[in-house]
């Protein structure tokens, strides 16, 4: 008879624990959860109603490393034509509307008279800022540092300072820009002696840079631009190099995503043709 009962007591306990069921794991049983359905985010009471909201954490720090491959072809009437090849290499850090980036390149140049060289170009680090004046406005404040990892017997070996300033304006689809790059050039003058007996005198000054254009949003994943550019030389007397450009960026998921750039010189001063492609991790 014994027996019996504890047979009896125990298809009573597990009828019972079958029978409990929460159904938005708030953990107050269906049956006398008052609030069903609450979000799993929420604190909840003895009766399953939100006590309080809880808003998960996000991480608003990110990084991105990209690295990149470029082309640079010159063919000048008076000089030998150089093709150059370069390979990139890029960080950034995020914060918000803040941002440090630094970048490092290595060349390879290779000249129709034979001539051949090969190193590192300029290393850059610097800091930006993202100010929003209207809605559908960024304006963009950053300055920063030209290392002289590029060596060359022309005295360009100190470091220069690069302040910019960059502003665009969306209009749906359609993104309006700006921008404006002074550098100051800290190198220091030097003279050279020409294979003809000539003197040549290095002059260095400080440079502006220009740029306007607009872009397009073809998808939420592929935006392309073009733009306008102008450059001062950093060597005195040298005319600006113009140069027209376009644009392409593409999100290939969450985190890859991939750019490609063109320009071709429109005066004799700049580059006939110059191309980089990048690929980008995001985190």
Aim: overall charge negative.
């Amino acid at each position: 008879m014994n027996k019996l009962k504890i047979l009896f007591f125990i298809s009573l306990l597990s009828s019972s624990l079958m029978a409990y069921t929460d159904s938005d794991m708030d953990g107050v049983d269906d049956v006398h959860d008052k609030c069903p359905n609450t979000p799993l985010t929420d604190l909840v009471d003895i009766n399953g109603c939100t006590l309080q909201k809880l808003t998960p954490k996000v991480n608003e720090h990110h990084f991105d490393i990209l690295i990149g491959a470029g082309y640079t072809g010159s063919n000048y009437v008076s000089t030998p034509s150089t093709d150059t090849y370069s390979s990139s290499f890029q960080v950034d850090y995020y914060y918000k509307d803040f941002s440090l980036q630094a970048s490092t390149s290595y060349y390879t140049t290779d000249a129709s008279d034979g001539y051949s060289e090969s190193g590192m170009n300029d290393s850059f680090v610097g800091a930006a800022y993202n100010f929003h004046p209207l809605d559908a406005m960024t304006l963009r404040l950053g300055v920063g540092a030209l290392l002289p990892t590029y060596d060359t017997t022309l005295n360009n070996n100190n470091t220069d300072y690069v302040a910019s300033v960059n502003v665009s304006y969306s209009l749906e689809k359609i993104n309006l820009f700006a921008g404006y790059i002074y550098t100051q050039i800290n190198d220091d003058d030097v003279s050279v002696t020409l294979s003809d007996g000539s003197v040549y005198n290095y002059i260095y000054n400080d440079t502006n840079a220009y740029s306007v254009g607009a872009g397009y949003y073809l998808s939420t994943k592929l935006y392309v631009s073009g733009a306008y550019n102008q450059t001062e030389s950093i060597y005195a007397g040298i005319d600006d190099a113009k140069t027209a450009s376009i644009y392409a960026y593409y999100g290939i998921d969450a985190h890859w995503f991939m750019n490609f750039s063109y320009a071709y010189g429109l005066n004799d001063v700049a580059s006939d043709h110059a191309a980089s492609i990048k690929l980008g991790y995001y985190f």
